[in-house]
C-alpha cells in the first residue's frame, strides 16, 4: 500500500460495531415441546447455524438468549464464544427475550444489535451481512425484505433500544415499535440469498431438512417477515 492508499485508509470512518443478537428461547409447543433451539439440521441444532450465520456475516460479539430447555441447550450445543443467557420468563413470549437481549449490550461500546430468530435457518451469513452493511450509526434502523415484506434479521442501531424496551412485549417483539417508525426502517432485499419461513410445525421440520447443503433457499409463494 503507497502513501496516499495508507492516509485515505487511516481518513475513513471506523466501522460501526454490529453484535449480533439470537433469540432462541422458545418452546416448541407445536412441535411437541421440542425445544427449537435444538432442532437438528445437518446433524447439529438450529442454535449452532444461527451462530455460526451471525459470525460469518461480521456480528461481534454474539448474545444468545435461551429459554426453554437451557440447561439441555448449553450441554448439547456449541456456544463457546457467545454471551449465553437465560430468560426465565421466557414462556412470555418474544418480548421479554428481545429485552433481555439488548439490555445485556449496554454499556459493549457497540453501536447495534443485529437480532435474528433460532426458527429460521434459511437465513444465513450472506442475509446478516446485507443488513449488517445497512449500519451506519446508532440511529440506524433497517431491516431484511423478501420480495417487499419486511422479516429477519432486523438491526436496531442503539438509539433505539430504549423504545423498544419500553414497547416490547408477549410475542409481538418489536412489531409495535417497527410499525410506528415504518417511514425510518432502510429495508434491505434479501429474498434472492435467504429464505424466512418459520420453523413451527412437524412439516415445517420436513421442508427445513429439505434445505440442507447450505440452506439454499426453495420457492415459498407466502414466505415474508
Same mark, same amino acid.
Given at each position: 500500500m503507497?502513501?496516499?492508499a495508507q492516509r485515505d485508509a487511516a481518513d475513513e470512518p471506523p466501522r460501526p460495531a454490529v453484535a449480533g443478537l439470537l433469540l432462541a428461547a422458545g418452546g416448541g409447543r407445536r412441535l411437541g415441546g421440542r425445544p427449537k433451539a435444538l432442532l437438528p439440521l445437518d446433524g447439529r441444532p438450529l442454535v449452532e447455524h444461527a451462530v455460526a450465520a451471525m459470525r460469518a456475516g461480521g456480528c461481534s460479539p454474539v448474545h444468545v438468549v435461551l429459554g426453554a430447555a437451557a440447561q439441555e441447550v448449553r450441554v448439547h450445543a456449541e456456544l463457546s464464544g457467545c454471551v449465553v443467557l437465560d430468560n426465565t420468563d421466557w414462556e412470555s413470549g418474544m418480548g421479554s427475550s428481545l429485552r433481555l437481549g439488548l439490555s445485556s449490550l449496554a454499556g459493549t461500546g457497540v453501536d447495534a444489535a443485529l437480532v435474528v430468530l433460532v426458527d429460521q435457518p434459511g437465513i444465513g451469513a450472506g442475509a446478516v451481512a446485507r443488513v449488517r452493511a445497512a449500519c451506519g450509526s446508532s440511529a440506524s434502523l433497517a431491516a431484511a425484505s423478501y420480495g417487499g415484506r419486511r422479516g429477519h434479521p432486523v438491526l436496531f442501531g442503539a &438509539?433505539?433500544?430504549? /423504545?423498544?424496551? &419500553?414497547?416490547?412485549? /408477549?410475542?409481538?417483539?418489536a412489531r409495535t415499535y417497527l410499525r410506528a417508525r415504518a417511514d425510518e426502517i432502510e429495508l434491505v432485499e434479501c429474498g434472492d440469498i435467504a429464505d424466512p419461513a418459520d420453523i413451527d410445525t412437524p412439516a415445517d421440520i420436513e421442508r427445513m431438512e429439505g434445505l440442507g447443503g447450505g440452506l439454499r433457499p426453495s420457492p415459498r409463494p407466502d414466505a415474508g417477515g
Amino acid at each position: 500500500m503507497n502513501g496516499t492508499a495508507q492516509r485515505d485508509a487511516a481518513d475513513e470512518p471506523p466501522r460501526p460495531a454490529v453484535a449480533g443478537l439470537l433469540l432462541a428461547a422458545g418452546g416448541g409447543r407445536r412441535l411437541g415441546g421440542r425445544p427449537k433451539a435444538l432442532l437438528p439440521l445437518d446433524g447439529r441444532p438450529l442454535v449452532e447455524h444461527a451462530v455460526a450465520a451471525m459470525r460469518a456475516g461480521g456480528c461481534s460479539p454474539v448474545h444468545v438468549v435461551l429459554g426453554a430447555a437451557a440447561q439441555e441447550v448449553r450441554v448439547h450445543a456449541e456456544l463457546s464464544g457467545c454471551v449465553v443467557l437465560d430468560n426465565t420468563d421466557w414462556e412470555s413470549g418474544m418480548g421479554s427475550s428481545l429485552r433481555l437481549g439488548l439490555s445485556s449490550l449496554a454499556g459493549t461500546g457497540v453501536d447495534a444489535a443485529l437480532v435474528v430468530l433460532v426458527d429460521q435457518p434459511g437465513i444465513g451469513a450472506g442475509a446478516v451481512a446485507r443488513v449488517r452493511a445497512a449500519c451506519g450509526s446508532s440511529a440506524s434502523l433497517a431491516a431484511a425484505s423478501y420480495g417487499g415484506r419486511r422479516g429477519h434479521p432486523v438491526l436496531f442501531g442503539a &438509539e433505539h433500544w430504549p /423504545g423498544v424496551d &419500553e414497547s416490547a412485549e /408477549g410475542d409481538r417483539g418489536a412489531r409495535t415499535y417497527l410499525r410506528a417508525r415504518a417511514d425510518e426502517i432502510e429495508l434491505v432485499e434479501c429474498g434472492d440469498i435467504a429464505d424466512p419461513a418459520d420453523i413451527d410445525t412437524p412439516a415445517d421440520i420436513e421442508r427445513m431438512e429439505g434445505l440442507g447443503g447450505g440452506l439454499r433457499p426453495s420457492p415459498r409463494p407466502d414466505a415474508g417477515g
